[in-house]
Nanobody
């Protein structure tokens, strides 16, 4: 069983930045694709960004140019750097692991999920 622990959420003003981290408890982290998803109040959880085991990245259109996903395999950690934050980015952010290794948008393809971290952007 793989545990994913997110950190780095908080309250920030519009235009500010946050960096989320997700630490994985597995020795095979480098073989996984990792994704970030978010769920705003009253809405379904949605894809934000993903990175394959080879480092290929994918982004949801609304975050392109503002968010950057990266990974440090030596630390078993994936990051989400969020810049130019907007109030509509307010949500609980979840990281997820896909043991198949492909960066994908489909939530059902991910095998493990973290508990989430709250990001609140004030206007």
């Amino acid at each position: 069983q793989v545990q994913l622990v997110e950190s780095g959420g908080g309250l920030v003003q519009a235009g500010g930045s946050l960096r989320l981290s997700c630490a994985a408890s597995t020795r095979t982290f480098s073989s996984y694709a990792m994704g970030w998803f978010r769920q705003a109040p009253g809405k379904e959880r949605e894809f934000v960004a993903a990175i394959s085991r080879s480092g290929i990245t994918f982004y949801e259109d609304s975050v392109k140019g503002r968010f950057t996903i990266s990974r440090d395999n030596a630390k078993n950690t994936v990051y989400l750097q969020m810049n130019s934050l907007k109030p509509e980015d307010t949500a609980v952010y979840y990281c997820a692991a896909d043991t198949a290794g492909w960066a994908i948008r489909t939530q059902a393809r991910y095998d493990y999920w973290g508990q989430g971290t709250q990001v609140t952007v004030s206007s």
